[in-house]
């Protein structure tokens, strides 16, 4: 199945939109919990950056990140679940057959290799949602971030938006700023 690009933006600028989010750093935490979901941050294996359960009782939902990593990681972990929430039905993990079934969407190395065409989606989501493409595009145009003649603009950009130099790297690559 293909990454669903056209809805992910769609998705994205609707909840900026309804959020009233013009400028980064994006409010990851608060949109969340907005739409409904709690987030929990706990020290869990350093293998596991976060998950996603949603209980289908009672439509509620949590995203979990964890602790010991990074807070920008934490912030595109919580951007990556946000996703699964949105575009994914996730999986069925029975509990105890009285108390019926949760959904959840776990991120673990092997959904790490880029692979599988949720864990592509909701890689993107993140990266849409924490580094907007028309927010990146009016700081590269109107301001003072120059990518040719200022060594530190990456470190500068991701600072604003609160993501790694990585992540922001990729992003600007994805959208065609700069060739890797």
């Not at 919990?33 to 996603?52: E, N, P, Y």
């Not at 009782?57 to 972990?77: D, L």
């Amino acid at each position: 199945m293909a990454v669903r690009r056209k809805l992910i933006r769609q998705q994205v600028e609707m909840l900026l939109s309804r959020h009233n989010v013009a400028h980064g750093p994006v409010p990851v935490d608060a949109i969340a919990r907005a739409l409904g979901i709690q987030i929990k941050l706990d020290k869990v294996d350093d293998t596991l950056s976060g998950f996603l359960v949603r209980d289908r009782k009672s439509n509620g939902a949590v995203i979990g990140a964890n602790k010991s990593h990074h807070p920008h990681r934490q912030r595109f972990t919580i951007a990556h679940e946000l996703g699964h929430f949105l575009l994914h039905e996730g999986q069925d993990v029975h509990l105890d057959e009285n108390q019926g079934a949760f959904r959840v969407n776990l991120r673990s190395p092997e959904s790490a290799k880029g692979e599988d065409t949720d864990e592509k989606e909701a890689n993107l989501f993140a990266a849409e949602l924490l580094m907007p493409a028309v927010f990146l595009e009016q700081d590269l145009h109107n301001s003072d971030f120059d990518l040719l003649g200022d060594g530190d603009v990456l470190e500068k950009l991701a600072k604003k938006y609160k993501v790694s130099v990585q992540a922001l790297t990729f992003r600007l690559a994805y959208l065609g700023y700069i060739s890797l």
